[in-house]
T-cell receptor, first 114, second 114 residues
Framework: AQSVSQHNHHVILSEAASLELGCNYSYGGTVNLFWYVQYPGQHLQLLLKYFSGDPLVKGIKGFEAEFIKSKFSFNLRKPSVQWSDTAEYFCAVNAPGSQGNLIFGKGTKLSVKP | KAGVTQTPRYLIKTRGQQVTLSCSPISGHRSVSWYQQTPGQGLQFLFEYFSETQRNKGNFPGRFSGRQFSNSRSEMNVSTLELGDSALYLC?????????????FGEGSRLTVL
């Protein structure tokens, strides 16, 4: 069965620090990969996605993620975080064409200190 | 364009009761999927409906059921409530399928079971 692991439960950074949130998945075939974000009091929203092509994908608000197939990883990065990036971040994966569902990691809470 | 609407937003039930939650997807979206979100387990997939048919089902007991109407609105029902059913129940809609991963989430229905 597919699974998604997010290594950090809670990350605390100061503004302007660089961010990298880890995400690893277990599935041997082709996958679609996603990062979702949930700002305090708001609904989950799509941050970025990878289906195929360039393994470095750019999303909204300056976020990017790199797909490394050999490592089964899809880490989220941002060069300089802002206080407004405080949120919970979820990595998700599914296998296209399998009628499988979207599997989410347990989330990483990011707190950015002003 | 109106987002995904879930009702009720909050509800309190007692053990043994049943509950029905409602979800109105974004206009034109035919896929509605449901997730249970808890602090310990994160987001867990319940089921997906597409054009009134259940297409996928997660690993939940039969007490959890759902349906979709011809206008794509969906309901989920939990019978014989248990304390462990306390959670945020999220509905997400998609134009094609949960497989695409491009889900639009509602704000959720927070269920507390006493």
């Amino acid at each position: 069965a597919q699974s998604v692991s997010q290594h950090n439960h809670h990350v605390i950074l100061s503004e302007a620090a660089s961010l990298e949130l880890g995400c690893n998945y277990s599935y041997g075939g082709t996958v679609n990969l996603f990062w979702y974000v949930q700002y305090p009091g708001q609904h989950l929203q799509l941050l970025l996605k990878y289906f195929s092509g360039d393994p470095l994908v750019k999303g909204i608000k300056g976020f990017e993620a790199e797909f490394i197939k050999s490592k089964f990883s899809f880490n989220l990065r941002k060069p300089s975080v802002q206080w407004s990036d405080t949120a919970e971040y979820f990595c998700a994966v599914n296998a296209p064409g399998s009628q499988g569902n979207l599997i989410f990691g347990k989330g990483t809470k990011l707190s950015v200190k002003p | 364009k109106a987002g995904v609407t879930q009702t009720p937003r909050y509800l309190i039930k007692t053990r043994g009761q049943q509950v029905t939650l409602s979800c109105s997807p974004i206009s034109g979206h035919r896929s509605v999927s449901w997730y249970q979100q808890t602090p310990g387990q994160g987001l867990q997939f319940l089921f997906e409906y597409f054009s009134e048919t259940q297409r996928n089902k997660g690993n939940f007991p039969g007490r959890f059921s759902g349906r979709q109407f011809s206008n794509s609105r969906s309901e989920m029902n939990v019978s014989t409530l248990e304390l462990g059913d306390s959670a945020l129940y999220l509905c997400a809609s998609s134009f094609r399928s949960v497989n695409t991963g491009e889900l639009f989430f509602g704000e959720g229905s927070r269920l507390t079971v006493l």
